[in-house]
């Protein structure tokens, strides 16, 4: 009998291929193998590869020697080359905090709204709105690419204001999206596909899907200065310096309102002079919406930075979320904004906005686009939603002022926590860095993102005493 001969891509065959020169007394039986191979002994004529039990190919050439025909397979994942990805450091808050059995546990890393008693809140008017839904039987059909017509009327409405020039003579492509992150991600692929020289710039710090969002779409980046550590407030000089420094043409990232992490938003006169210099480095302005009537309790307040910089005559780009303001969290609704300089183009943006989403996501979902377009348009509704969002409003902002007072009283060190009061919107950046935020949750039981950023949107008056003391611990004894 001739030798025979295995020609085998894995280096665990290797061995027992190495062997088979030997001779016929070479070839392994099905009990001298290690654990990690398996020989397998099958009649007829060979083919070029081998699948084992698991159903990965592995690439190995079998002979055919007489009747018998010898393959060996090992039973290696293709996957092995793939790492174990970090956890998300935000949605990783979550997690950690599900597993703690302390009773005193504060989760305060993700912001989503949260009652006095700590339990998430479905809106009424949401209900009311998926109530008459059902009522009217609507249909699971698919929607246009660019999403739900009177979808995309109500939120640029809501966006701009309903009279807004720009809407009546048909500047706004408005495309609905996967809330804010599939908004921003969609805008990030119209950027790398048309603009492909340009750079994003984003405030320091900022949110932290942002980074990845643009990574992803291989835009590159890079930051502006924004936080001021010794004020805990705006630097708004360094702001301005690194606008006007940036290439000429980049698309500026701007928070609409309520700036996360921070909760540092610029005052109208600052919003005037940011306009000016995007201006006249001609920038394209790019706002990030998630907080519209959700940070001051109302719509047309949370909206001025992205109407102001609209009534210039600039060119802007606006990602917008439904998951704050209508607690719309899981629907994933939302839509990305282009006002442009004229009809045709505002159709020509549009129609590649839909190209691009197509092969992406195909198109949007239906529920939570029926939601808003019903409430928004039906005036007893959209009163209601009002409403509703200025007591969430009013809840967070009772909340703010409560912490400020217990850390003012509890705190002898005579340090000025006023900063507290000078933040908007749902987070606090409370100016902790890592070693103090790990503090706030390896003794207290306080779950945050480690930039010292905590949700009060999570937070209930009776848990302001708590949480003051597990601060003032952790600034002075760990600063």
């Not at 059902?134 to 109500?154: H, Q, S, T």
């Not at 200065?225 to 043409?249: C, N, Q, S």
Request: charged share 25%; with cysteine.
């Amino acid at each position: 009998m001739a030798s025979a001969a295995f020609s085998v891509s894995s280096p665990a065959a290797s061995a027992v291929a190495a062997r088979s020169k030997a001779g016929p007394r070479a070839v392994p039986d099905r009990h001298s193998v290690p654990a990690y191979l398996r020989l397998v002994s099958v009649l007829g004529r060979g083919v070029s590869q081998g699948r084992s039990r698991t159903g990965c190919r592995v690439g190995i050439t079998r002979k055919n020697f007489g009747r018998v025909m010898m393959a060996l397979a090992v039973d290696v994942s293709r996957f092995e080359g793939v790492p174990m990805a970090p956890p998300d450091p935000i949605l990783g808050v979550s997690e950690a905090f599900r597993a703690d059995k302390n009773d005193l546990k504060l989760n305060l890393g993700v912001g989503a709204y949260r009652t006095e008693e700590l339990q998430p809140y479905v809106l009424n008017v949401v209900k009311k709105a998926e109530k008459l839904m059902l009522e009217k039987g609507d249909n699971k059909e698919y929607l246009p690419i660019e999403g739900l017509a009177a979808f995309n009327k109500a939120t640029a409405e809501l966006l701009l204001g309903a009279d807004n020039p720009v809407i009546k003579q048909g500047l706004v492509a408005t495309i609905q999206s996967l809330s804010g992150t599939g908004s921003l991600r969609l805008a990030a692929a119209f950027i790398q596909r048309y603009f492909p020289e340009a750079k994003v710039i984003i405030s320091s710090p900022t949110w932290g899907n942002h980074k990845n969002i643009f990574n992803d779409a291989r835009v590159p980046w890079s930051e502006y200065r924004y936080y001021d550590p010794k004020t805990v407030g705006l630097d708004f000089e360094g702001m301005i310096a690194d606008i006007e420094a940036a290439p000429e043409g980049s698309f500026v990232l701007l928070h609409g309102c309520a700036h996360n992490p921070t909760g540092i938003d610029p005052t109208p006169e600052q919003w005037e002079k940011i306009a000016d210099v995007i201006q006249e480095k001609k920038h394209m302005p790019f706002f990030d919406v998630a907080y519209q009537g959700f940070a001051s309790g109302s719509l047309d307040e949370d909206a001025f930075s992205v109407r102001l910089f609209v009534k210039r005559g600039m060119e802007v780009f606006v990602a917008q979320s439904y998951s704050k303001n209508l607690g719309l969290y899981s629907e994933r609704i939302g839509a990305i904004n282009v006002v442009c300089s004229a009809t045709d183009v505002a159709d020509r943006v549009k129609s590649q906005l839909k190209r691009l989403a197509r092969p992406m996501y195909s198109n949007p979902p239906i529920h939570g686009a029926r939601i808003v377009a019903n409430v928004v348009g039906d005036p007893t509704m959209f009163g209601e939603w009002k409403q509703e969002m200025e007591e969430m409003a009013g809840r967070i902002k009772n909340v703010r002022q409560k912490l400020y007072d217990s850390l003012s009283a509890k705190d002898q060190s005579g340090k000025d926590w006023s900063f507290i009061l000078r933040q908007i919107g749902m987070f606090s950046y409370t100016g902790l860095n890592k070693a103090q935020s790990d503090n706030m949750t390896d003794k207290w039981h306080v779950y945050m993102t480690k930039d010292g950023r905590i949700s009060l949107a999570g937070l209930s008056l009776a848990k302001c005493d708590y949480l003051a003391d597990a601060i003032i611990d952790s600034f002075h004894n760990l600063n």
